[in-house]
């Protein structure tokens, strides 16, 4: 994670970003419907954009459920 921009700045000075709180190795953030949520580095695994290989898995776990949903989840 030291290696995402966002998630150093967060790590470096946490008290400078109210949004995101740090619980044991993961780093959350609140959505749009005031849920902690963990966020997720824009970085790649084994050549894969972790983002996407988020979103696949929950697209794979609930089918189409549509943006609204996905983001909820």
């Given amino acids: 994670y030291i290696k995402d921009t966002t998630f150093r700045k967060i790590l470096e000075n946490p008290s400078q970003h109210k949004a995101f709180t740090i ?34 898995w929950v697209h794979t776990t609930l089918g189409h459920v549509g943006p609204q949903h996905m983001s909820e989840y």
Avoid: E, T
Wanted: net charge positive; with cysteine; glycine share 8%.
């Fill in 23 to 56: 619980c044991g190795n993961l780093v959350h953030c609140l959505s749009c419907n005031n849920d902690n949520v963990p966020y997720v580095p824009g970085m790649s695994y084994k050549g894969r954009s972790i983002p996407k290989l988020v979103i696949d």
